[in-house]
């Protein structure tokens, strides 16, 4: 399984980014898919899940109404459009099936 999320950066409170995780080793088309973050010095949080044929969207209380998750199962890939970003989204963002086997994140960092 490998997972290479992209997409991170600095952005100000307010802005937005696009998060991508390309994904190879296992049949994305089947699987279940999640954005996880960790913040410094925090335990990892999960972000939003997204079923096999984009449907059963879920997204955790903080970012529901501000991030969008999607996929493209034919380019085995994930997505996070990120929008009105806040400073407590800061984090390394990880994508994955599960929270054992998430790639190693791309960092976002949300300040003025």
């Known amino acids: 399984v490998q997972l290479v999320e992209s997409g991170g950066g600095l952005v100000q409170p307010g802005g937005s980014l696009k998060l991508t995780c390309a994904a190879s080793?296992?049949?994305?088309?089947?699987?279940?898919m999640n954005w996880f973050r960790q913040a410094p010095g925090k335990v990892p949080e999960w972000v939003s899940g997204i079923g096999s044929d984009g449907r059963m969207i879920q997204y955790a209380t903080s970012v529901k109404g501000r991030f969008t998750i999607s996929r493209d199962n034919a380019k085995n890939m994930l997505y996070l459009q990120m929008n009105d970003l806040k400073p407590e989204d800061t984090g390394n963002y990880l994508c994955g099936p599960s929270a054992g086997t998430r790639g190693q994140g791309t960092q976002v960092i949300v300040s003025s």
């Open positions: 080793g296992f049949t994305f088309s089947n699987a279940r």
